[in-house]
């Protein structure tokens, strides 16, 4: 079988390592010209980890990664939720915090174990599909037909533009923004802080990611500036600001094409699920190729992306809302989570499964 795969970033090199494990080495084409060094995803739920099995990816994952098992959550200075659940759940039920060039070096590893190498400065400029094949046509000008085409190119996916399949959705007005900080030892790498400031609702947390490093995340284009505690910076890495779509492809799948990643959807980054997501995807359509199960794909992982954006957005909308109401219902929830010892474990599978 000849599969090509557009894209080298998560869903790319974890759909390459599916199909490789199962005997099948795709052609896998990366536009850069070498690995991104940019960490965007940071949090792995339990299910990638166990997506990403193979060839003891998800093994080193878990030993390299912070475990996530103490949560805090304030609005302003009052504590809505502080939760240690260290001796609460087993380790390997913790959502693990990993930045994501790390998590896409750990599966290139796996993947150079299966003699799967990525085909960088490899660009593929268009597409056309029947019923049979799909024809790649390349930057270099080689034209090629293959059994599959997997396009995992991104929110901006030119494959997908190119056959016409439609992204509705919105984009979130806001800027936000993030910054990656070394920090010093004043820092407790144990905790995830998250904050809501303001009358407007405002959004900051802080996530580490390794014992003295930490990701800032906030809905304001300043996350440095809008988390209220001194976090003994040592060094700022990278920040920048960036702006959040919710949208999702009509189809994820057109004649020998597959859609997988935030080729097929993208959404805000609470809850931290685009990455988790797209790596599910990667396997349902590594799956759906060898098992000849492809004409599920679209639906199946359709669905499954549908609910995760309106779970996330309605989280995003509750947590910024300005409403006395939902403010109301958010610090009884919260103050329910925190008194109720039963729902601890419930909370932290709720959290990897969100
Ligand atoms: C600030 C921020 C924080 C986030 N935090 C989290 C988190 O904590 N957890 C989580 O799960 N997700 C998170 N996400 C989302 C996550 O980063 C993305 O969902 C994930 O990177 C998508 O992976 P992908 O492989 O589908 O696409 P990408 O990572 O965008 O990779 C696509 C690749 O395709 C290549 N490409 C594009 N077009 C072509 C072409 N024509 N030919 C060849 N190559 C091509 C690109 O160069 C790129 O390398 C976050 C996102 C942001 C912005």
Known sequence: ??????????????????????????????????????????????????????????????????????????????????????????????????????????????????????????????????????????????????????ACDGKHSSMREQLGIAYPGYDIPEQWSIADIDMDDSFDCSRIRFWIQGEHGHMATCLPIEKYRARALSS???????????LGVKRVRRQGTFTISVRQAETYRQGRVLLAGDAAHCHSPIGGRGMNLGIDDAIAAAHAILQDTVEYYSAERHAVGAKILKTTESLRKKLSSEKLTDKAFLSLALGAVQNIEALHGGLIRQIGAL
């Open 1 to 150: 079988m000849k599969i090509l795969i557009v894209g080298a970033g998560p869903v790319g090199l974890a759909t390459a390592l599916e199909l490789a494990h199962h005997g099948v080495k795709a052609e896998l084409i990366e536009k850069r010209s070498g690995p991104s060094e940019f960490s965007r995803a940071v949090g792995i739920i339990p299910l990638t980890r166990y997506n990403l099995r193979h060839e003891g990816v998800g093994e080193a994952i878990f030993n390299e990664a912070m475990r996530w098992t103490h949560f805090q959550i304030y609005r302003g200075e009052k504590t809505l939720l502080d939760l240690d659940l260290r001796d609460k759940i087993k380790p390997e039920e913790a959502v693990l915090g990993l930045p994501q060039d790390r998590t896409e070096t750990l599966i290139r590893e796996g993947l150079a174990r299966l003699g799967v190498t990525t085909h960088y400065n490899t660009e593929a400029t268009n597409i056309t599909t029947t019923d049979e094949q799909a024809t790649v046509t390349f930057a270099d000008g080689r034209v090629e037909s293959y059994d599959w085409v997997l």
């Open 220 to 230: 304001t284009p300043d996350a440095l500036a809008t988390i209220p505690v001194d």
